[in-house]
């Protein structure tokens, strides 16, 4: 029984020893660097190509932001009852809600791979590139070029998502022991972007050629093409 209690005292001065000593910290150590403002320089979430294409990413969001911006006037455009078009309105609100959700899908994976948290808009529209929202805009098309101006967003986001996808698919460059290759980003940017822009160009280029064929026949009258509009107005309601 003493031999016991002599070896349990043992191993408890052991364990405090242990503790005085600092081992955790120091086997922490051996692992991250540790920065003395309180944060662990090496103990990060950033991998890859992260940190060189982060700022891109965040100005990408920010371009779904604008763009959401652009849809919800022309969607509060047609809601209003000068032009009581319910069809377009849905139609420009889900593409509103559309580049909402990819912003802030953006904003989460960059926080997902370590970087910034707070996106810093001041800094963008220093440099220019930010789009700065004007408190007067308003988006007054017709029909007809209310889906050309939609069209047209589609395809610029989407050029810049093939950019973005390209600058993560170029293998390092040896030379300058640059890390560009990023197949993670790359994924996401073509599950979560490019596939889904590439149906909704598809959706309003088809949109935008009905209407012209019904908007261009004019010569059955003002009337009968103000009904025609009506009638696709309806069809959008639908969908």
Not at 17 to 27: F, T
Not at 37 to 63: K, M, P, R
Request: net charge neutral; proline share 2%; aromatic share 10%.
């Amino acid at each position: 029984m003493k031999f016991v209690i002599a070896l349990a005292s043992l191993l408890f001065v052991g364990s405090v020893a242990s503790v005085e000593e600092g081992a955790c910290s120091k086997a922490t150590s051996n692992v991250c660097s540790f920065n003395p403002t309180g944060h662990f320089g090496d103990c990060n979430a950033q991998y890859g190509a992260i940190s060189h294409i982060e700022h891109s990413l965040q100005h990408y969001a920010n371009q779904q932001l604008s763009a959401s911006y652009d849809y919800l006037l022309l969607s509060t455009f047609y809601n209003t009852y000068q032009r009581d078009r319910p069809g377009f309105s849905k139609l420009f609100r889900s593409l509103s809600d559309e580049a909402f959700e990819n912003s802030i899908k953006m904003i989460k994976h960059v926080a997902k791979r370590g970087g910034v948290r707070t996106f810093r808009m001041h800094q963008e529209v220093k440099r220019g590139r930010a789009p700065v929202v004007d408190e007067t805009k308003t988006l007054d098309f017709d029909e007809l070029p209310a889906l050309a101006k939609a069209l047209d967003i589609e395809k610029e986001l989407s050029k810049k998502a093939m950019e973005l996808h390209a600058h993560v698919s170029v293998h390092n460059n040896l030379a300058t022991k640059t890390v560009t290759y990023d197949p993670e980003i790359s994924h996401f940017i073509e599950e979560e972007l490019l596939e889904k822009q590439a149906s909704t160009i598809r959706k309003l280029s088809g949109y935008a050629n009905d209407l012209h064929k019904i908007v261009d026949r004019n010569a059955a009258g003002v009337s009968s093409t103000a009904l025609g509009v009506y009638l696709f107005d309806e069809y959008l309601q639908k969908q």
